[in-house]
């Protein structure tokens, strides 16, 4: 049953009896956040032999590289074949990085802004900008192109992916559009997986811009915790149509072993690669060769990796059924909330009744419970809609996120009943 369609008599009881569920939480005095998408312990007890694998007596790398030197700029070979093997790209288009992709991301985008790429002007020099954003997408990935000064365009999400009649009629008709942020695999937050169509379109698209760029962030390639999904890859793709050169592609072992000592890459055409290279070396004389070293020993191939997700997979299900079950066992009503059980990836996403998730998240952490900053997942922090909000299961403890996702599903419902009795003047 819809809460719209319900008395007002009734729902009034529903408000009462909700508010004192709420008063009663907040008497508890919590201090619970389900509001990154963190490991949990358990998971990151699962590397712990990493620790030991690299030490003074074998830290020269297969080439007979000291690993504890300066040198091989663009990263190990064994480690880059690891995820030339794993990701199905050459191995002469990856260039690794540090720990974080997201720095990657950032020296890219930096890199265009002040160089320009294969002969176009810096974006720097081009005037006013442009970009596009599927929503509800990753926060970070809008706070980078806010602070650069691009004007930020919301493309719809479906559970195919991006918009893409939308994508394409714009990016065919505005050089201003210099690319389009890309979470292929299980979208954060959505969960949602782009179909081979997608792939296909965005690789082949016509654009405006020559310079036009798709930051490809396969964050969660295999992270799979139910089904495992295989998105078209793009990179073959694009070598069809000969848009090699538009692709970025990023991926890192942050949420495989561990996210601050992790290690990335970034793929691109062959063009691109090579002016990659020649960039990075202004930039440094090499990232952590112990730290690659020390995955390669530990990940050994495709198939440990493949094996170690499945172990990740088995802390992290009980966790996604809990929320799914206690998000349906706690709606007293259909409309005031719907959510997308995702098969892999770092979160769950929730769309409230309209007009509330502001409200929703505001008094979850005044009792103790954070869980998102309002309109993250929206550019400029601005849901058109107040609705979407985004849960991290992942990193509490299971007392913890069962706390915290029940208090959630109990505000949710008093909040919306709140609105709607407000729409009928009964409050």
């Known amino acids: 049953m819809k809460a719209t369609e319900e008395t007002t008599e009734k729902l009034l009881e529903q408000?009462?009896?909700?508010?004192k569920k709420y008063e009663a939480y907040q008497a508890e005095g919590l201090s619970l956040n389900i509001s990154r998408g963190l490991p949990c312990k358990e998971q990151l007890e699962l590397n712990k032999e990493m620790f030991h694998v690299v030490d003074e007596t074998n830290c020269v790398a297969e080439d007979g590289t000291d690993v504890r030197q300066y040198g091989v700029m663009y990263g190990l070979p064994e480690c880059i074949?690891?995820?030339?093997?794993?990701?199905?790209?050459?191995?002469?288009?990856?260039?690794l990085g540090g720990?974080?992709?997201?720095?990657?991301?950032?020296?890219?985008?930096?890199?265009?802004?002040?160089?320009?790429?294969l002969g176009e002007k810096p974006w720097s020099q081009q005037g006013k900008l442009k970009w596009l954003c599927p929503v509800p997408g990753y926060d970070c990935h809008f706070n980078l192109t806010e602070a650069l000064g691009f004007e930020m365009i919301n493309i719809p999400m479906t559970k195919d992916g991006p918009d893409m009649d939308l994508i394409e009629k714009l990016v065919a008709e505005d050089p201003t559009i210099k690319g389009i942020w890309c979470?292929?695999?299980?979208?954060?937050?959505s969960g949602y997986v782009y179909s081979d169509e997608t792939v296909e379109r965005l690789a082949k698209m016509k654009t405006a811009a020559p310079d036009f760029r798709i930051f490809w962030d396969n964050a969660y390639a295999v992270h799979h915790i139910y089904k495992e999904n295989i998105v078209k890859d793009i990179m073959k793709e694009a070598e069809k149509y000969g848009t090699e050169n538009r692709i970025l592609y990023f991926f890192s072992t942050a949420k495989i072993t561990f996210?601050?000592?992790?290690?990335?890459?970034?793929?691109?055409?062959?063009?691109?690669?090579?002016?990659?290279?020649?960039?990075?070396?202004?930039?440094?004389?090499?990232?952590?060769?112990?730290?690659?070293?020390?995955?390669?020993?530990?990940?050994?191939?495709?198939e440990t990796i493949k094996a170690h997700m499945k172990d990740i997979a088995k802390i992290l299900r009980p966790r996604f059924d809990l929320v799914d079950r206690i998000l349906t066992e706690h709606r007293?009503?259909?409309?005031?909330?719907?959510?997308?059980?995702?098969?892999g990836g770092?979160?769950?996403?929730?769309?409230?009744?309209?007009?509330?998730?502001?409200e929703i998240l505001s008094r979850m952490q005044q009792a103790g419970v954070m869980v998102a900053t309002a309109g993250s997942t929206y550019p400029y922090h601005k849901d058109p809609h107040d609705t979407n909000i985004r849960?991290?299961?992942?990193?509490?403890?299971i007392e913890d996120l069962t706390k915290a996702v029940t208090m959630f599903s109990d505000v949710a419902c008093l909040v919306g009943i709140e609105q709607i009795l407000k729409e009928r003047g009964a409050i």
């Not at 055409?269 to 952590?288: C, M, N, P, T, V």
């Open 183 to 189: 979470v292929p695999q299980y979208t954060n937050p």
């Open 99 to 117: 720990e974080s992709s997201l720095n990657l991301m950032y020296d890219q985008f930096l890199r265009y802004y002040a160089f320009g790429t």
């Open 332 to 343: 007293l009503y259909d409309d005031l909330y719907t959510w997308f059980k995702p098969d």
């Open 346 to 358: 770092y979160f769950i996403t929730v769309d409230s009744f309209e007009g509330c998730a502001k």
């Open 259 to 302: 996210p601050g000592s992790g290690v990335c890459l970034v793929a691109t055409g062959e063009e691109g690669i090579a002016e990659i290279k020649r960039l990075l070396k202004l930039q440094i004389f090499s990232h952590d060769k112990i730290n690659q070293l020390r995955h390669v020993r530990y990940l050994k191939d495709p």
């Open 81 to 95: 074949r690891l995820f030339s093997e794993l990701l199905h790209i050459p191995e002469d288009r990856i260039v």
């Open 15 to 19: 408000r009462e009896a909700l508010q």
């Open 391 to 397: 849960l991290a299961p992942t990193y509490p403890p």
